[in-house]
């Protein structure tokens, strides 16, 4: 890993480009490679175009568009033309990405083909430039800018799971020591590959799957859609990547889809015997269906559930876990495949201090704050809510609970503004119900809310489920059909017959719901402290709106009956 003098990441592609040369850097999969060599002459002409342009030091350039080698070589551009880059989710709404343009004070945006119409409400006065915009090798004579450590890179505007999106001001020296401090959970070599399906505008894939690698000389494949199954598998077999990051949902689904049915299904499993063996070979299974060479598989961005982990520590499968927010650019806590504990983010990562803050005496659970270099320097132009994420002395507020082991091994029990406070006083901590309830096969998602007869689960069931209890219902309606066709002189005792039938239909489609719900209910209750037990589950359905990596956005859904709930 290439160690940087002045932690800046206009250094980079220069850097990179004179130790790796033509070693290949980016490539779209299936596509054209641009080696280290191109990256360092591409970025440098991206930042020769843009001082012609006018672009000054400090100034906003946003930058709209998919995972791609033009995506990063525009970032690294824009940085090396010592202006800040404003990344934006491409899941961001029109208004959304024109009033955070607008809030940034961009004057320049970079979009893809696919994006363009999005930006179409922009005022005239932005430059809007063409991402795959191509720019000529003779002018890397211009001289770039000097960038400090402490100027600040990028300003990122997360869709957060509690409110309005907020611009996290992230300077060169918050993600590259951010970047450094991650050789003790993860050592990337140049002959890694990786897949890339979570968003560059994310900083989790950002400083982990695009800083880190770069600056080791390994080699980054981008796909040219979102990485659904169709898309993802065939990518997996041609990439064969050694290292991958993904959000908890990837592997969940996988493991509740397929690889949890049948386990249950063949009769071996059922002895305790054969179960490590058993497991160890869906394991080896799991390991081809991601290409064969996987060593480093990071989960992130959201709790994994406690039945998959489970399986995967089980399975030997070389998952890792890492614990963080955009506002700490990102990794606070985290631990490599050989250190993973179960349902621990694992140690705190060296050159970052976090404090429990307020720890209850009976559970030493409180509030984590951190303080270190990767600690963001605020909200852009928002003084009041930079105020509000620090304490007096200088500590970030992370706003989630947790408590550290005697091993310095750190668990996170929930969000502080989610937290619901029991009868007696005791913390209810809905994710953690969230999980044991989301292990009924019946149950893709739940969220569990406070209502005046006590805790409620909102509950998306899978399609199939619906599906059944839905012909179950539609049955007894064609059954009363074919009586009333039978009935012929007697209308008037068949309407009545057809009606008392479809009643019963009614009554028993209802009762069969019920049925499933009180189920479901008791199987999690029997889990559960009685003071967290849930005393009423509810459809929801379709599913819950949820943030880029894919938390339910909860303050959509609060004590009051949820629209698309019954």
């Not at 790796?20 to 850097?25: N, S, Y």
């Not at 404003?86 to 208004?95: K, M, N, Q, Y």
């Not at 909200?379 to 408590?403: I, K, P, Q, S, V």
């Not at 199939?464 to 209890?469: A, F, G, I």
Request: glycine residues 8%.
């Amino acid at each position: 890993m290439i160690t940087l003098k002045d932690y800046t990441l206009a250094e980079v592609p220069a850097l990179s480009g004179a130790r790796f040369g033509m070693r290949p850097a980016l490539s779209m999969v299936g596509g054209a490679v641009y080696t280290y060599r191109d990256f360092e002459r591409i970025t440098r002409g991206i930042a020769t175009a843009l001082i012609a342009d006018g672009v000054r030091k400090g100034d906003r350039v946003a930058l709209v568009a998919e995972n791609s080698p033009h995506w990063v070589m525009t970032y690294f551009g824009i940085v090396r033309a010592g202006a800040i880059v404003v990344p934006i989710l491409t899941e961001f709404t029109p208004t959304q990405i024109s009033n955070i343009i607008e809030h940034a004070e961009a004057r320049i945006v970079f979009v893809s083909d696919k994006l363009r119409p999005k930006l179409e409400a922009l005022p005239d006065d932005i430059v809007v430039r063409d991402i795959r915009q191509s720019y000529a090798q003779s002018a890397s004579a211009t001289t770039l800018p000097d960038v400090a450590a402490d100027d600040l890179a990028m300003i990122v505007y997360t869709s957060g799971t509690t409110g309005l999106s907020k611009g996290v001001m992230l300077t060169h020296r918050n993600i590259l020591s951010n970047a450094t401090a991650c050789k003790s959970i993860i050592t990337l070599r140049r002959t890694d590959r990786l897949l890339s399906i979570l968003p560059l505008a994310h900083t989790y894939e950002f400083t982990i799957g695009l800083v880190i690698p770069l600056l080791s000389g390994s080699h980054i494949h981008y796909l040219d859609r979102p990485p659904s199954t169709t898309v993802l598998i065939p990518a997996l077999q041609t990439v064969r990547p050694t290292i991958m990051l993904s959000v908890p949902l990837v592997i969940e689904k996988i493991y509740r889809s397929s690889i949890k049915p049948t386990l249950d299904g063949m009769k071996l499993y059922k002895y305790t015997l054969f179960r490590p063996l058993i497991l160890l070979f869906a394991g080896i299974k799991l390991k081809k269906t991601f290409g064969g060479h996987l060593r480093f598989f990071g989960v992130g961005g959201a709790p994994l559930a406690s039945d998959v982990e489970e399986f995967l520590k089980k399975a030997h499968f070389p998952y890792a876990i890492g614990y963080g927010l955009t506002e700490s650019a990102p990794l606070l806590a985290g631990c490599g495949p050989r250190s993973t504990f179960l349902r621990s983010t694992g140690p705190v990562l060296k050159g970052v201090e976090l404090r429990i803050a307020d720890p209850r005496p009976d559970t030493g659970e409180g509030e984590i704050q951190a303080r270190g270099p990767n600690i963001f320097k605020g909200y852009w132009r928002d003084e009041a809510h930079t105020r509000e994420a620090f304490t007096e002395d200088g500590w970030f507020r992370t706003g989630d609970l947790g408590y550290l082991d005697n091993k310095g091994r750190l668990f996170i029990r929930g969000r502080l503004k989610t937290m619901i406070l029991g009868a007696s006083g005791e913390n209810i901590y809905p994710e953690e119900i969230e999980s044991i309830i989301n292990q009924a096969p019946e149950v893709v998602e739940s969220l569990v809310v406070e209502e005046e007869e006590g805790l409620t689960a909102l509950v998306y069931l899978k399609s199939e489920v619906l599906e059944n209890l839905e012909a179950r219902f539609r049955d007894s309606i064609d059954a009363a059909g074919d009586l009333g066709s039978r009935v012929g002189e007697a209308i008037a005792n068949a309407e009545k017959s057809v009606t008392d039938t479809v009643g019963h239909a009614v009554v028993d489609a209802e009762k069969a719901v019920e049925q499933l719900l009180e189920n479901i209910r008791k199987e999690a209750n029997s889990k559960l402290a009685s003071f967290s037990r849930i005393q009423r589950l509810k459809i929801h359905t379709e599913p819950f709106e949820k943030t880029p990596t894919q938390k339910i956005k909860r303050f959509l859904y609060g004590k009051k009956k949820a629209e698309g709930t019954r």
